[in-house]
């Protein structure tokens, strides 16, 4: 069995972030023994089924650190003393000084307690984003003398800074990210490109059987979207692009998830006279979207660039569509056309482009057979490319462990 490594998250559970979970568990069962180290505490009030089955102890680290002073004074006490602290704080005034910033002390100092607090029997640290997570981890790996490795997604990757992630990537012993956008952007940034390595997050298909029932002809067509209410999700576009839906078209938007724009949301639909047509479901438990998938006839995600260069990856939430048969529009951003075939496996159009997005989701909603016949396709290609064991394939080996049998994937 490999040795114990703690996996540093920024926060634990989360239902927006049930890739982490699903990939924590499958390796749990390859047999890798994990240790939750959580920069925050969860703030949903729900939890996926997957995070009840997961078996590793969580502990979470002082989010703001006056909120645990004598904590953190004890780590520094005791760390100050090491023979690698000085190195860690050479390596942690370099970056104060090119990002002066609180957010950056606190990092510092929650590596402090996590290289204080870490059970002796860890070997490896591994964070999930190339952010605020690595930045613990590398500031730990130096108090610690361990190796330290990194899963990059999406926000993470574009909004970081160029001179960090190229520090960051030179410290860690290997990179793994979800989109080949990203890896290749990597890629160019780290002293070896065989540092960094494409791993679809994948779908565990055993949790998104397919529909047990073809999907029943609704008199009303129901358009669904799952994603947190945050600029780079683009769903003011997709209001803007129902409003501007023939008055006679029929149809009924669901919207999954919470973030800081739903206020807004709400408000703008309210200006353009569809709010009747809107359901606003807030954040649910996997088990519950997935009741919506199959209760839907089209999924749509209108993904775009924000302001401060953040993006999707590859949404997850686009593979589970597809599982379950449903036709998805969506856009020309980052991973997304690495998994959506423009015309064969749904519709993309460009990001910001909301007239080109009403023409599509019209489209879609007058034409039951393309749906139909894109959702079969969408189905097909994600359990041909995009189940998750590949990727788990590759994560176990790069942390010793034993590759699973093709029987013990199905």
Request: glycine share 6%; hydrophobic share 45%; with cysteine.
């Amino acid at each position: 069995m490999a040795a114990p490594v703690a996996f540093i998250l920024k926060g634990y559970p989360r239902l927006s972030e049930t890739f982490i979970a699903q990939e924590i568990r499958a390796l749990e069962q390859r047999g890798l023994d994990i240790r939750i180290f959580s920069m925050r505490h969860p703030t949903d009030r729900a939890v996926h089924p997957v995070h009840r089955e997961i078996e590793a102890p969580v502990s979470y680290l002082p989010e703001y650190l006056h909120h645990a002073p004598l904590r953190v004074a004890r780590a520094w006490w005791a760390m100050r003393r090491r023979p690698r602290y000085r190195a860690a704080l050479a390596a942690f005034l370099a970056d104060l000084r090119r990002d002066r910033t609180p957010n950056r002390i606190r990092r510092f100092g929650q590596a402090l307690v996590l290289a204080h607090e870490l059970p002796t029997e860890i070997a490896a640290l591994h964070a999930h984003f190339l952010h605020t997570p690595a930045s613990v981890a590398r500031y730990a790996a130096i108090l610690t003398g361990l190796p330290w490795t990194c899963s990059a997604h999406a926000k993470d990757i574009w909004t970081t800074p160029e001179w960090e992630k190229r520090e960051k990537l030179a410290a860690m012993a290997w990179l793994v990210t979800c989109t080949d956008a990203g890896r290749a952007h990597l890629a160019s940034l780290a002293p070896s490109t065989e540092k960094v390595a494409l791993v679809y997050h994948g779908l565990d298909l055993s949790r998104f059987a397919p529909r047990p029932a073809p999907r029943a002809a609704t008199k009303t067509p129901v358009i669904l979207s799952v994603g947190r209410a945050v600029e780079k999700k683009g769903f003011d576009d997709l209001l803007t692009a129902l409003a501007a839906l023939p008055p006679a078209r029929d149809w009924r938007f669901v919207h999954v998830g919470g973030g800081p724009l739903l206020p807004a949301l709400k408000r703008q639909a309210a200006q353009a006279g569809i709010t009747a047509r809107i359901e606003w479901r807030g954040a649910l438990p996997q088990d519950a979207v997935l009741g919506l998938y199959r209760e839907a006839d089209l999924f749509v995600l209108p993904s775009r660039v924000a302001g401060n260069g953040d993006r999707d990856g590859l949404p997850n939430v686009l593979m589970e569509a597809h599982s379950q048969g449903l036709a998805c529009v969506s856009t020309r951003v980052s991973g997304i056309p690495e998994l959506i075939a423009d015309g064969e496996t749904g519709v993309l159009v460009p990001p910001g482009d909301a007239p080109a997005l009403a023409r599509a989701i019209e489209n879609l909603l007058a034409d039951p057979a393309t749906r139909a016949r894109l959702g079969q396709a969408g189905q097909a290609r994600v359990a041909a490319h995009f189940s998750h064991a590949g990727g788990i394939d590759i994560l176990a080996a790069k942390f010793g462990l034993p590759c699973a049998s093709p029987s013990t994937r199905r």
